[in-house]
Antibody, heavy 119, light 107 residues
Framework: QITLKESGPTMVKPTQTLPLTCTFS??????????VGWLRQPPGKALEWLAL???????RYNPSLKSRLTIAKDSSKNEVVFTMTNMDPVDTATYYC???????????WGQGTLVTVSS | DIQMTQSPSTLSASVGDRVTITCRAS??????LAWYQQKAGKAPSLLIY???NLKSGVPSRFSGRGSGTEFTLTISSLQPDDFATYYC?????????FGGGTKVEIK
């Protein structure tokens, strides 16, 4: 059974950096074809893909946010770390960690973590 | 980026109804279209991938079809558990994008 769980601060101030960790089980990020990604969903709005990292350390970012995002993996710890710099109130959203198959299919999701950006 | 447009944004229906949701892409995405279901307060879950393939465990009342730029999700007989918001996603490019969602409400 695949599980993913997001952890990190629930509130950050404007201009701060948001660090999030995805801790997963039920698969290995060393397995060919596997990836882990991050998405977000502002309250009442649609989903937005942010970043993903594959088993071979290939990383991809949403072009519109690329300058603010970083993703990295620690396969030995079954963790993926994600950071977003220069946070703004419009970045208030639920952030999801996902298990990726077939390139860009989001097969399993974490429960999500609501991050509020406010001074 | 590829824009995904879903219609309708809200759909009111009764248990037993046949419902269809449409998703249009701003350019051809071949068959690389997925559908997700999101219940209130929960994370989305994958229903259908590559236009018409049901994920294991998804009831057969769900079906998908289409190609190129126009796709549909059909629920043949709406059940109480199906009242949720549905999102389409294109994954033809690395910059994956989602539709705005269709909320299926109880009539």
């Amino acid at each position: 059974q695949i599980t993913l769980k997001e952890s990190g601060p629930t509130m950050v101030k404007p201009t701060q950096t948001l660090p999030l960790t995805c801790t997963f089980s039920g698969f290995s990020l060393s397995t060919t074809g596997v990836g882990v990604g991050w998405l977000r969903q502002p309250p009442g709005k649609a989903l937005e893909w942010l970043a993903l990292i594959y088993w071979d350390d290939d990383k991809r970012y949403n072009p519109s946010l690329k300058s603010r995002l970083t993703i990295a993996k620690d396969s030995s710890k079954n963790e993926v770390v994600f950071t977003m710099t220069n946070m703004d109130p419009v970045d208030t959203a639920t952030y999801y960690c996902v298990y990726i198959i077939s390139g860009r299919l989001f097969d399993s999701w974490g429960q999500g973590t609501l991050v509020t950006v406010s001074s | 980026d590829i824009q995904m447009t879903q219609s309708p944004s809200t759909l009111s229906a009764s248990v037993g109804d046949r419902v269809t949701i449409t998703c249009r892409a701003s350019e051809s995405i071949s068959f690389y279209l997925a559908w997700y279901q999101q219940k209130a307060g929960k994370a989305p879950s994958l229903l259908i991938y590559k236009t018409s393939n049901l994920k294991s465990g998804v009831p057969s009342r769900f079906s998908g079809r289409g190609s190129g730029t126009e796709f549909t999700l059909t629920i043949s007989s709406l059940q109480p558990d199906d009242f949720a918001t549905y999102y389409c996603q294109q994954y033809n490019s690395y910059f994956v994008t989602f539709g705005g969602g269709t909320k299926v409400e109880i009539k």
